[in-house]
């Protein structure tokens, strides 16, 4: 069972450059989102799915975009990387959005903005 | 507000012997989980452990217990038995219904190092 995976594991971009982190589940999951963290910041939610056509924003959502065609795959769109993109972004999944449901995270992706 | 409190920046503990890791909660929900996960080196989160508010029985996990305190709102984890792979930065979160984005709120961390 591979859970939630995410590509690429590292990621290095220019000033203004455009990506696409890729994050995939194989475990029914309808709840999905988006994490980074930084140092002294802890980790912070970026934007979430709460089912396939359905998103919405987190706390920290400006420069991402998401979108949720099917209920596996839940893509993160960096539109023109800024150095303050410089993160560890995690995808993190659970059975539901209630609260009893336990997150499950991908491995992560280090990404670089120079 | 800060909605979890880890004080604890950093602990070291000899193999072997069991520790104790501080969580304390700010909700005014009384619904609401509480979750531990790990984070080793590699960088990966790592879901250890669940406790609902309404659990009365405190939840265990092969090594890993927590100690749950509703009315204090502490969730301390326990690690018994401690082995060298233990050693990473632990994380208490929460979710709580009330929270329009369904996220888990993350504490600080705490860095457990296990000596040999």
């Known amino acids: 069972n591979a859970g939630v995976t995410q590509t690429p594991k590292f990621q290095v971009l220019k000033t203004g450059q455009s990506m696409t982190l890729q994050c995939a589940q194989d475990m029914n999951h309808e709840y999905m989102s988006w994490y980074r963290q930084d140092p002294g910041m802890g980790l912070r939610l970026i934007h979430y799915s709460v089912g396939a056509g359905i998103t919405d924003q987190g706390e920290v959502p400006n420069g991402y975009n998401v979108s949720r065609s099917t209920t596996e795959d839940f893509p993160l769109r960096l539109l023109s990387a800024a150095p303050s993109q410089t993160s560890v972004y995690f995808c993190?999944?659970?059975?539901?959005?209630?609260?009893?449901?336990?997150?499950?995270f991908g491995n992560g992706t280090r990404l670089t903005v120079t | 507000a800060q909605k979890i409190t880890q004080t604890q920046p950093g602990m070291f503990v000899q193999e072997k012997e069991a520790v104790t890791l501080d969580c304390t909660y700010d909700t005014s929900d009384q619904s609401y989980g509480l979750f531990w996960y790990k984070q080793p080196s590699s960088g990966e989160m790592i879901f250890l452990i669940y406790?609902?508010?309404?659990?009365?029985q405190n939840a265990t996990e092969g090594r890993y217990s927590l100690n749950f305190q509703k009315a204090r709102k502490s969730a301390n984890l326990v690690i018994s038995a401690s082995q060298l792979g233990d050693s990473a930065m632990y994380f208490c979160a929460m979710r709580e219904p009330r929270s329009n984005d369904y996220k888990l709120s993350f504490g600080a961390g705490t860095t457990v190092t296990v000596r040999a």
């Open positions: 993190a999944s659970s059975h539901s959005s209630s609260y009893n449901s336990p997150l499950h």
């Open positions: 406790q609902g508010s309404y659990d009365e």
